[in-house]
C-alpha cells in the first residue's frame, strides 16, 4: 500500500520506517526542511536501538522516502497518517491539537480518490469527530474515512513493541475503513497480533485509560516504596509477592523516583481535563498526577538527607539523565527536578547520560557534565544512580571510592544490594528497602 506519514518525529518516523519493512511504500513527510535533508542523510534525529539500521534498509530497498512536499505525497496515497505532536498546551493542560488540525486541513485539500486518514498522534476523545469536521469544511468534495489507530510504543523498545504488539486498536465509523487498515497490518498477521476493531471515540478514550493506569502503577508501588522504609518492609519483594497475582501482574511495579516521558506526564494530564470538561472527573488520575510531581522533588530530599542534611557547597553527581534508560529523551524526567532541588539546597552538579547529554544541556541549567561516570564521581560527595542504563549496573567501587570526596551512594532504582555496596566501605541509600536488606 502507498502510505503517508504526515509528521516525522518519534511516533511518525518509527511507525513509517516499520510500515515500510512490512513492504509498504511510505513516505514520511516534515514540515522542518532540516530534519528532513537530515534523514535523507541517513542521520537519525533521536536516539532508538536498531532504528538508524531499520531506516537505512528500507530507504536502500526503495520503500522509505523522506519529503517536505505534502500534496504529491497525500495525492498519490491510499492511507494518511497523522502523527504531529499534541503538547500540553500552555496554561490549562489540555492537549494542544493545532497541529493535528493543521494537517488535517492540509491533508484536506490534496486527497484524491478514497482516502482512509488516520490519527496516529495522541488524542482526546472527540478529535476524530472535529478532524472529519475540518476535512469536509476544508474539501466538501474529498471521499474520505477518518479512523482513530494510537500507537502503544516504549521508547526504547518502539521497533520491538510495533512489531509485536499487544493489540492494535483501530477506531473507526466508516465501514469502508475497515478493510483498508486490515490490509495496513495484514504483515502482523504471522504474529497472531490482535485487531481490535471499535468506534473512533472508544479508540480516543483506550490509549489515555491505558497510560494512566500504567501511570497509577507506578505511582502505587512508589508510595508503598515509602511505606516500607517507615515500617521495615521490602519494596522489591511487596512487587514480586503482588505481581504474581494474574489480576496485576509485574510490570510497572518497580519503585523509583517518577514517571517521566513523552507520553505519561501529558496523557495523564489531558485525561483530566477532557473528564472534567466532560463533568466526570477522574479523582484517581489526578491524585497520581499530583503525587508524581511531588515525588521528584522529595528524591532530591532524600539524597539531601543521605549525605547529612546539608548540602551547601557540596558537589553531587548524578548517572542518568533521561526519564528512561535507551533513549535520549528528556522530557519531564525526575532529573531534571531533583537537579534543581539539589542547587536550590546548595549544591554543586556533574552529569553524566550515555545518550541524553545533548538533550539536557537544553532543558537542565549550571551543572557540569562528564564524559562517563567515573569522570563524574571525581570529587564528589555522593553519586546518585537516577537512569538505570545497563552501564550503571556494574561499576567498579574501588575505583568510585579513589575518586570521590566521599563514599556516598543513593540508588534511586534499586539496581545494587545493601551488602554489595557497603563492602566496599559507601553509605548506601535505596528506595523502599530496608538498609541491612541483601536481596536484589
Avoid at 478514497?114 to 472527540?126: A, D, E, L
Avoid at 521495615?232 to 501482574?249: F, H, M, P
Wanted: hydrophobic share 40%; net charge negative; glycine share 8%.
Amino acid at each position: 500500500m502507498r502510505i503517508t506519514m504526515i509528521g516525522s518525529g518519534y511516533v511518525g518516523l518509527v511507525s513509517g520506517v516499520c510500515f515500510a519493512d512490512f513492504g509498504h511504500d511510505v513516505i514520511c513527510v516534515d514540515k522542518d526542511a532540516g530534519k528532513i535533508e537530515a534523514l535523507r542523510r541517513g542521520e537519525i534525529p533521536i536516539f532508538e536501538p536498531g532504528l538508524e539500521q531499520l531506516v537505512a534498509d528500507n530507504v536502500r530497498a526503495g520503500r522509505l522516502s523522506f519529503a517536505t512536499d505534502v500534496e504529491t505525497s497525500v495525492a498519490a496515497s491510499d492511507v494518511v497518517f497523522i502523527a504531529v505532536g499534541t503538547p500540553s498546551r500552555r496554561g490549562d493542560g489540555h492537549a494542544d491539537l493545532s497541529y493535528v488540525y493543521a494537517a488535517a486541513r492540509e491533508i484536506a485539500r490534496h486527497v484524491d480518490g478514497f482516502t482512509v486518514i488516520v490519527t496516529k498522534s495522541t488524542v482526546p476523545v472527540g478529535t476524530g469527530d472535529e478532524v472529519e469536521r475540518i476535512v469536509r469544511e476544508t474539501n466538501p468534495d474529498a471521499e474520505v474515512a477518518i479512523v482513530s489507530n494510537p500507537e502503544f510504543l516504549r521508547e526504547g523498545a518502539a521497533i520491538e513493541d510495533f512489531k509485536r504488539p499487544d493489540r492494535i486498536v483501530i477506531g473507526l465509523d466508516d465501514e469502508r475503513a475497515r478493510s483498508v487498515m486490515t490490509e495496513v497490518y495484514r504483515p502482523l498477521y504471522l504474529n497472531q497480533a490482535p485487531l481490535l476493531f471499535t468506534t473512533r471515540r472508544t479508540s480516543e478514550l483506550i490509549k489515555y485509560a491505558a497510560n494512566a493506569f500504567l501511570a497509577m502503577k507506578i505511582t502505587f508501588i512508589n508510595e508503598m516504596a515509602d511505606l516500607c522504609e517507615k515500617v521495615g518492609a521490602n519494596v522489591q519483594e511487596v512487587s514480586r509477592g503482588i505481581g504474581l497475582d494474574g489480576r496485576i501482574g509485574s510490570k510497572f511495579l518497580h519503585a523509583g523516583p517518577g514517571y517521566g516521558g513523552s507520553c505519561f506526564p501529558k496523557d495523564t494530564i489531558a485525561l483530566a481535563k477532557t473528564a472534567q470538561d466532560y463533568d466526570s472527573p477522574v479523582r484517581l488520575i489526578e491524585t497520581t498526577i499530583s503525587i508524581n510531581d511531588n515525588r521528584k522533588r522529595a528524591m532530591g530530599r532524600k539524597v539531601i538527607t543521605a549525605m547529612g542534611g546539608d548540602i551547601r557547597g557540596k558537589r553531587i553527581a548524578i548517572l542518568g539523565l533521561t526519564f528512561k534508560p535507551n533513549t535520549d529523551d528528556m522530557r519531564d524526567s525526575p532529573a531534571i527536578s531533583i537537579i534543581r532541588t539539589l542547587q536550590d539546597a546548595g549544591a554543586g552538579v556533574t552529569g553524566y547520560d550515555p545518550e541524553g547529554m545533548d538533550n539536557a544541556r537544553l532543558v537542565i541549567d549550571d551543572i557540569a557534565y562528564a564524559d562517563d561516570a567515573y569522570s563524574a564521581a571525581r570529587d564528589a560527595d555522593a553519586l546518585v544512580i537516577v537512569t538505570e542504563w545497563n552501564q550503571f549496573r556494574a561499576l567498579d567501587f574501588e575505583r568510585l571510592k579513589s575518586v570521590m570526596k566521599a563514599p556516598v551512594l543513593v540508588d534511586l532504582r534499586n539496581i545494587y544490594r545493601h551488602d554489595e555496596v557497603t563492602k566496599h566501605g559507601f553509605a548506601y541509600t535505596s528506595v523502599g528497602r530496608p538498609s541491612n536488606d541483601v536481596t536484589l
